[in-house]
């Protein structure tokens, strides 16, 4: 089994910039792509941005990119989020996620078999 859990979100004012983190404990050796998925209240909870094992792929959705940067250090088994020029649009709950699938673009739910509880983020105008 795999547990995750969030950290680092917070209130921001539009503009500021804020860095979640994703703490894996458990059997992470089994670990292969990564992600962080969205949902703001009566939404759906959407794609944000995924890594895969190496660091090497990395995907984000259009609407956070040039904005958001995805890593992982996966001696501390933990993978980051990165947001920079924050908009209240952003404001949702943000999960990590795990996925024990060795290749893809992890853009998909599905393909994720371990969730993290979530972090708030606001932003505020």
């Known amino acids: 089994q795999v547990q995750l859990v969030e950290s680092g979100g917070g209130l921001v004012q539009t503009g500021g910039s804020l860095r979640l983190s994703c703490a894996a404990s458990?059997?992470?050796?089994?670990?292969?792509?990564m992600g962080w998925f969205r949902q703001a209240p009566g939404k759906n909870r959407d794609f944000v941005a995924s890594i895969s094992w190496s660091g090497g792929r990395t995907y984000y959705a259009d609407s956070v990119k040039g904005r958001f940067a995805i890593s992982r250090d996966n001696a501390k088994n933990t993978m980051y989020l990165q947001m920079n020029s924050l908009k209240p649009e952003d404001t949702a709950v943000y999960y990590c996620?795990?996925?024990?699938?060795?290749?893809?673009?992890?853009?998909?739910?599905?393909?994720?078999?371990?969730w993290g509880q979530g972090t708030q983020v606001t932003v505020s105008s």
């Open positions: 996620a795990a996925s024990k699938y060795a290749s893809g673009t992890y853009q998909n739910d599905i393909l994720y078999d371990y």
């Open positions: 458990g059997r992470t050796f089994s670990i292969y792509g």
